[in-house]
């Protein structure tokens, strides 16, 4: 697999006006120093923004390189591409679910829960033409919130992780929060909205990218009634599940978000109108 | 009757600032103290610092922890207060004046709606981020805004080499 690893430095000194930076509209926040990496894990990348004193400190780049370890770990487990990984196994019908991983079981429970928190349009079970389970919509998040544990441990420090379009982020010690850009699913050079969000997630699902790959698990049809889904809750996993559960449900997602408690997004539907929400805990 | 009525429009600035969220779609103008879904929990400073010197005795009560901030509070005075708009004074909050706009009607106050926000991005991000984040309606060009992520439809692999994300992770920030 490719593991192609940039890494990209910020600076220490703290930016003023005149900034190179700001003629390019990515202005740093002043202050604290920065520090970014980037590596293609499960066909995609993960991006690792960090913030605070020590965001220069080998022990920050040591705990980063253990997150993306685990993030490798997780997709040779539950790649449904890679022949001798436990879920092609589990598909295969060579392993029982009962004596699967303790982290395959807890997947397929967390499967079962978003079933049962969608009314069943998020659906692990039929989510492919062909009738297999595949948690893959949920195993991503699952495994950077996993994965995440290794920043925790680390006192003074705020991290943004974008794993292919879905944030987790937890508050520099400035409070500072972070600014999320929602993509346009139209013009995806543009951003729709922007948010501030110091600990939670963003999760965005949609057909922008890879077109018209979610199914109705009731008609096994692409769904194409909404562009794009974007949830902003205090959960990775369940902003993404709910994201990928309003594409499923096509324009009636309008209503349902309403029931979203604690979360906010937008919905942008296949005539280009957007549907914001925010609804209080 | 209408110092009676400004005054309890003007407390309930505070009682807004600690109740208020825009549940209705496209208010856009977000503020909101309410704890963070999170568990943040922090900076939900009671809202009423009034300037204004009210002493109604109304304010506190930051054990609700729902409600929209709209009419739920009976003005108790008893006597009935003229249908009509009042506009109570404006209130020095920590993170900005906030004026507050009432609606009387039947002696009643029916809604309560906030005119005056605080402006200035950074502190408006700041009162965000200890509620629920609000999405702004403005829509940028990519690089036009502080933006330090994005979030959209899965990047594959290729796509992201032509991802704002992956200009931003260059900028290193």
């Known amino acids: 697999m490719s593991t192609a690893t940039q890494e990209h430095r910020g600076t220490d000194e703290p930016h003023d006006q005149a900034a190179p930076g ?84 807890e997947v397929e429970r967390l499967c079962r829960t978003a079933w049962a928190r969608t009314d069943g349009w998020f659906d692990a079970w039929h989510s492919r033409p062909d009738g297999l389970f595949d948690p893959t919509g949920l195993t991503k998040t699952w495994g950077v919130a996993r994965a995440a544990r290794h920043l925790d441990r680390l006192p003074g420090l705020g991290y943004a992780i ?63 009634q909404l562009l794009a889904a974007s949830v902003v809750g205090p959960s990775l996993l369940w902003a993404d599940v709910f994201a990928t559960a309003a594409i499923a449900r096509g324009a009636s997602a309008v209503d349902w978000v309403s029931t979203l408690h604690g979360t906010s997004g937008l919905l942008v539907l296949a005539d280009g109108s957007v549907h914001r929400w925010a609804n209080a805990v | 009757m209408r110092r009676i009525v400004i005054a309890i429009a003007s407390t309930i600035t505070g009682l807004v600032l600690l109740f208020s969220w825009p549940t209705s779609l496209n208010r856009g103008a977000a503020l909101a103290a309410q704890p963070a879904a999170g568990g ?105 805004a502080n933006i330090q992520m994005v979030s959209g439809a899965t990047f594959t692999s290729y796509g992201y080499l032509q991802s704002l994300q992956s200009a931003l992770d260059k900028a290193g920030l």
């Open chain 1, 162 to 224: 974008g794993a292919g379009g879905d944030v987790l982020l937890t508050p520099p010690p400035d409070g500072e929060p972070w600014l999320i850009g929602i993509e346009d699913p139209r013009d995806r050079s543009r951003v729709l909205a922007t948010v501030p969000v110091s600990e939670g997630a963003v999760a965005t699902s949609g057909t922008a990218a890879r077109g018209a790959h979610i199914l109705d698990p009731r008609t096994g049809a692409p769904t194409t």
């Open chain 1, 22 to 105: 700001r003629d390019r509209g990515v202005t740093p926040a002043p202050g604290l120093p920065h520090r970014a990496w980037v590596e293609q894990i499960m066909g995609m990348p993960i991006s690792v923004h960090v913030r605070g004193p020590r965001a220069r400190d080998e022990v920050v780049a040591a705990a980063v390189a253990d997150l993306f370890d685990e993030l490798r770990a997780v997709d040779a487990r539950f790649s449904p591409y890679r022949e001798d990984s436990e879920l092609r196994h589990l598909q295969r019908g060579e392993v029982d679910l009962a004596d699967a991983s303790d982290e395959m079981r």
């Open chain 2, 40 to 144: 943040t929990g922090s900076g939900t400073s009671s809202g009423s610092t009034g300037s204004t010197g009210t002493s109604s005795g109304t304010s506190g009560g930051s054990g609700a922890s729902s409600g929209t901030g709209k009419g739920s509070t009976s003005a108790q005075s008893g006597s009935s207060a003229k249908d009509g708009t009042y506009t109570g004074g404006t209130a020095q909050t920590r993170y900005g004046p906030v004026t507050v706009q009432i609606t009387v009607k039947g002696g009643a106050i029916s809604d309560a709606q906030a005119t005056n926000y605080p402006n200035g991005s950074r502190t408006d991000q700041r009162i965000n981020a200890y509620a629920i984040p609000v999405l702004n309606q403005e829509v940028v060009q990519a690089g036009n």
